[in-house]
């Protein structure tokens, strides 16, 4: 079983916009199209199993719309194997009821993203939104570190997700990106072994821009450290697709990680127990 949970979609009428968008943003080509049917594609490439869709409402007026394709895309996860968390936004006056609804729903998950959103991950509307999906026993995703396409922008890093998890101690909480896309140095001194959940996502694989010149982002040796200080039970296999490849992101957590019960749990095992099954 490989489960991947850190893919993005886009509804066919906004997805070549989307795409071209984050690439010129990023400096960086897209691996497929944006679309579902080129997820599953990938996913029949790669042997995954499952992929877990989490969408970002960049705007208070985005959410409903956002959720309303969550809703469709889950209805058909028994066929695609796709599934998606649902999207809110810190500036949601009703959140309480966002939730409420997608509890109801039976999504899973939320996914949040203080750079793409434009408030500090510590601010008390994320606070509150993170507290009401505790209550509602949803998985928050949210994304950590710096962003490619934002240079310096420091919303989620490190020091301002670790008081948050000091104070509210959710159960339920993945920080994509190894805890923090280039900030894994301050992940290992500060993050790794905490009880929260890291994903891999855009960390183990080579960055590769427009420009065709490839950079290696997270180095395995580092890698190694985070997983054996953190634990490899709260480690969960991500790949950003269509940001990265989600067949080279399988192949290169298994080359890294040598004990194949450990990669098995990374790679499906850790997502199948916090999902409560699939």
């Known amino acids: 079983m490989i489960i991947d949970f850190h893919t993005?979609?886009?509804?066919?009428?906004?997805?070549?916009?989307?795409?071209?968008?984050?690439?010129?943003?990023?400096?960086?080509?897209a691996y497929l199209d944006g679309s579902e049917s080129a997820l599953k594609a990938s996913m029949d490439e790669a042997m995954i199993d499952r992929s877990m869709v989490m969408p970002v409402a960049t705007a208070p007026s985005q959410t409903e719309k956002i959720n309303r394709n969550v809703f469709l895309i889950n209805e058909r996860m028994d066929e695609t194997g796709i599934e998606s968390f649902g999207a809110i936004h810190p500036e949601n006056p009703d959140?309480?009821?966002?939730?409420?609804?997608?509890?109801?729903?039976?999504?899973?998950g939320i996914k949040i993203h203080?750079?793409?959103?434009?408030?500090?991950?510590?601010?008390?509307?994320y606070k509150r939104i993170i507290d009401c999906a505790c209550e509602h026993n949803m998985i928050?995703?949210?994304?950590?570190?710096?962003?490619?396409?934002?240079?310096?922008?420091?919303?989620?890093?490190?020091?301002?997700?670790?008081?948050?998890?000091?104070?509210?101690?959710?159960?339920?909480?993945?920080?994509?990106?190894m805890g923090g896309w280039d900030e894994w140095k301050n992940v290992l001194d500060m993050i790794a072994g905490l009880d929260v959940y890291l994903d891999t996502s855009f960390s183990v694989t080579k960055?590769?821009?427009?420009?065709?010149?490839?950079?290696?982002?997270?180095?395995?040796?580092?890698?190694?450290?985070?997983?054996?200080?953190?634990?490899?039970d709260h480690i969960l296999f991500g790949s950003d697709s269509p940001w990265a490849s989600q067949k080279e992101a399988v192949e290169t957590v298994k080359k890294i990680i040598e004990d194949s019960s450990i990669a098995?749990?990374?790679?499906?095992?850790?997502?199948?127990?916090?999902?409560?099954?699939?």
């Open 207 to 232: 960055l590769k821009k427009k420009s065709g010149e490839i950079e290696t982002m997270l180095h395995p040796d580092l890698f190694k450290e985070i997983v054996n200080k953190h634990g490899a």
């Open 140 to 177: 928050i995703m949210t994304h950590a570190g710096y962003d490619i396409g934002f240079p310096g922008d420091y919303r989620s890093g490190v020091t301002h997700i670790l008081p948050v998890i000091q104070q509210l101690k959710p159960e339920k909480l993945i920080l994509a990106h």
């Open 114 to 125: 203080p750079v793409f959103q434009n408030v500090y991950f510590d601010d008390i509307r």
């Open 8 to 29: 993005h979609t886009f509804p066919t009428a906004i997805a070549k916009k989307a795409i071209d968008s984050l690439s010129e943003s990023a400096d960086m080509n």
């Open 95 to 108: 959140y309480r009821t966002i939730i409420k609804e997608l509890a109801k729903e039976n999504v899973r």
């Open 264 to 278: 098995e749990k990374i790679l499906g095992q850790n997502a199948t127990r916090l999902l409560g099954g699939i």
